[in-house]
């Protein structure tokens, strides 16, 4: 019995035992099995993950090629294609002082040698103002438009408060060229002043940004103009310069420019105070260019019908007080062609006083200038026109470009419209595609714009233009010097001196307009202020230069048939 | 009860299942391989794009109007041209000739085939000038070798199809076409 009892004590304390063994069995099984579950979760979790990864598009918005290479902002190009603004992507060097985020110095070597190697790559940077940018502690640009290799070049410095974000910018390879055509874009991403303003919904819009938009003007004559209105400028002392090109026909602006000009890569308080257009916004009193137009109006109306009539020219006429006289008595009598070729104010008000207030004020309005300048820029200027009817007096000046002042532009149109055989069509900026020209509308019988045609051209050959007459290209212009006015009346020594003038006279395509603001008379120009000596030349130097670009070749052998008013100028023949 | 031959069919089916399932991952997996390989492709096109516009302005930059003017005015010096260097057609360069002297060596005649043919075929009386206009010999490209009138077609395709990039824009005057078009044929 004892053995049963010792063999049941010894088996309860076995089963106890095994009890024991079989929990701890149990609990080493469960932790083993947690364990193993958890690793299967995990490389369960990791082939999902690979499963996804492999069968599935990535999760993150994948942009299409078009939409990544489409630009921020839309090109502007000339007619034949060549940028003239265009989307940068540009660095900038930012100096972020808290990039470390412990409180401590923003930079790892001293302001001074940050500012030095920094200067080492920018060598124009003044090296102590920007160490005390640098030891100010305030963030802020050090300096934008960084190039790559610049940008890496900051890298290796190894500041990491040097940052170099990547930037949308604008950038104008040409520079200062036709900068008040093209405008800027200012720091909230909108364009101003020029096409930048007026195309800025187009240039910002996604469906429309990827196609370049096109401008009338042409780059190289662009070029030439300015370049000759910068001489032209340079060695007359003038204040300032304006040009003009104006295809005849279409009314596309090939070239405009005003002197001085602004740097859209880089506006500064000097670029906004040149950013004033004075080709569209300011308006002059263009003096004896405005003779031609009255003529014109005189013809047209049939008041002039003989040429050979002669009138009085050394008498000055009195209107109520008031003197109209020539710069020097040139005959007891002049002609119409004599009159222009020598520029006579006595002449064109006795023709403009034949003619009528009434019929020139309506030709002047029927050439636009009225209203402001036709053109897309933003920035155009109301000409002074006096309301009302005109007295003799008002009639008078205005024949001569006195009493009414309209800007630069208003003249290149009405040039054009006195050339092209009558039509008047707005200026414009946009590329016009061939046979798609405005339709205007008629100022002048095609009759009265051949006979203009022949007096320009006499103008050049024998009068006061002939410094324009650019050998073989046949120009036709007339020349005119106004004073300003000033405080109490005309100031006598400041002048404004224009060429208005179109080539080839046999088939006129082009106007072009070149314009000084306050020349001085100076060595080059024979101590001379006068148009014929300052602002003739530019037309005489920009015609050769620009006209093969244009499509309008020198030739010697063609010229318009002055045959029939030859006999009419004294010393032509 | 399932009969083995059921059994076989059954276990047939599952492994066809599964090497399909396999395969199907098997090129989904490749697929997706292949456009990460597009995107990465697009992405270095992207940047040699970025690349390429910045050299693109680069050189706009460095060859803008101004500076080419000065270098006119300092190094070079070039005039706008006169009229004595257009010649607006034959009118104006027979001008240039002389007639024939007596006693003259006779002037070299170019022969050619086509225009041969034509002569055979329109040589009665008053037609044989205007045939005789036409025997001029085609121009020929002096880098390509080919005749005048095919290269400017050629180049005008080029010119169209490059009109986006640089050179195109760099081409679009005549002479600088018909250059670039040489090149591109000589290659």
């Avoid at chain 1, 009255?294 to 009539?309: C, E, K, N, Q």
């Avoid at chain 2, 043919?117 to 205007?130: D, F, L, V, Y």
């Amino acid at each position: 019995m004892s053995a049963i009892s010792a063999s049941t004590a010894i088996h309860s304390g076995r089963v106890q035992l095994v009890n024991v063994r079989q929990r701890l069995l149990f609990t080493a099984r469960l932790r083993i099995f947690w364990v193993l579950a958890l690793f299967a979760l995990l490389a369960l979790a990791a082939l999902v993950r690979i499963a996804q990864l492999g069968l599935f598009e990535k999760s993150f918005e994948h942009q299409s090629l078009s939409e990544t290479l489409l630009p921020p902002r839309g090109e502007i190009t000339d007619r034949n294609g060549v940028p003239l603004a265009r989307a940068f992507p540009a660095y900038a060097l930012w100096f972020n002082p808290g990039a470390f985020d412990d409180g401590g110095l923003p930079l790892v070597k001293s302001p001074e040698q940050v500012a030095r190697q920094l200067a080492a790559i920018f060598p124009e940077m003044d090296i102590d103002i920007a160490a005390a940018r640098l030891a100010s502690g305030k963030p802020g640009y050090l300096r934008r438009r960084v190039l790559p290799e610049d940008a890496n070049r900051i890298q290796e410095i190894g500041e990491p408060a040097l940052e170099i974000p990547q930037e949308d910018d604008r950038f104008y390879p040409q520079g200062t060229m036709a900068a008040h055509i093209l405008g800027y874009v200012a720091a909230d991403g909108h364009g101003r002043v020029g096409m930048e303003q007026v195309l800025d919904n187009h240039l910002s819009d996604p469906a429309k940004r990827g196609q370049p938009a096109s401008l009338s003007i042409d780059v190289r004559v662009q070029g030439a103009l300015e370049d000759e209105l910068r001489r032209g400028m340079l060695v007359t002392n003038a204040v300032g310069a304006a040009g003009i090109i104006l295809d005849v026909d279409s009314g596309e602006v090939l070239a405009l420019a005003s002197l001085p000009e602004f740097d859209p890569n880089k506006i500064d308080a000097e670029g906004q105070k040149n950013m004033f257009n004075r080709v569209t916004n300011q308006v002059y009193e263009l003096g004896s260019t405005f003779k031609p137009l009255t003529v014109a109006a005189a013809i047209d109306a049939g008041v002039v019908t003989d040429l050979s009539a002669r009138y009085q020219a050394n008498r000055p006429l009195e209107i109520g007080g008031f003197k109209i006289r020539d710069g020097h008595v040139i005959g007891a009598s002049l002609n119409v062609p004599e009159s222009l070729i020598h520029s006579s104010n006595i002449v064109t008000a006795q023709i403009a006083d034949k003619l009528g207030g009434k019929a020139l004020k309506r030709t002047m309005s029927d050439l636009g200038m009225d209203e402001r300048p036709y053109i897309e820029l933003p920035a155009r200027g109301f000409p002074i026109w006096p309301k009302g009817e005109w007295p003799r007096l008002r009639t008078m000046t205005v024949s001569y470009g006195h009493g009414l002042a309209v800007t630069p532009l208003h003249l290149a149109s009405a040039y054009a419209a006195m050339v092209n055989g009558g039509i008047w069509r707005p200026a414009t900026l946009h590329k016009v595609a061939p046979g798609k020209a405005s339709k205007g509308r008629r100022v002048f019988k095609a009759s009265t714009s051949a006979r203009m045609n022949q007096l320009l051209r006499m103008i050049a050959v024998y009068g006061t233009g002939r410094n324009a007459d650019a050998k073989g290209f046949r120009v036709g212009g007339k020349t005119g010097s106004a004073e300003k006015p000033g405080a109490g009346g005309y100031r006598r020594s400041t002048l404004v001196s224009t060429f208005a003038a179109a080539f080839p006279m046999d088939r006129p395509r082009y106007v072009i307009i070149a314009m000084l603001d306050e020349p001085k008379g100076t060595a080059a120009t024979s101590f001379q202020r006068t148009a014929a000596w300052n602002a003739a030349p530019i037309v005489g130097r920009t015609v050769p230069r620009v006209g093969p670009l244009l499509g309008v070749m020198p030739d010697d052998t063609r010229d318009i048939d002055l045959t029939d008013l030859k006999p009419l100028v004294r010393g032509a023949h | 009860m399932m009969s083995p031959h059921n059994r076989l069919r059954s276990v047939g089916w599952a492994a066809a299942l599964t090497i399909c399932v396999a395969l199907f991952v098997a090129l989904t997996f490749r697929v997706n391989a292949v456009k990460s390989e597009v995107r990465l492709a697009e992405r270095r096109i992207v940047q040699l794009e970025r690349e390429k516009s910045m050299l693109e302005t680069e050189f706009q930059t460095r060859a803008n109007q101004h500076q080419l003017a000065s270098w006119n005015k300092v190094d070079f010096g070039y005039e706008a041209p006169s009229a004595g260097q257009f010649l607006e057609g034959e009118r104006q360069l027979v001008r240039f000739g002389t007639p024939r002297a007596p006693g003259a060596p006779a002037p070299i005649r170019v022969a050619s085939a086509p225009d041969a043919a034509q002569e055979i075929g329109g040589e009665q009386g008053a037609s044989r000038p205007a045939v005789q206009g036409q025997a001029l010999v085609a121009m020929v490209s002096p880098l390509s070798g080919r005749p005048f009138a095919d290269e400017i077609g050629k180049a005008e395709a080029i010119a169209v199809r490059h009109a986006q990039d640089i050179p195109g824009r760099l081409g679009m005057s005549a002479t600088r076409i018909v250059l670039q078009s040489g090149r591109e044929t000589g290659e």
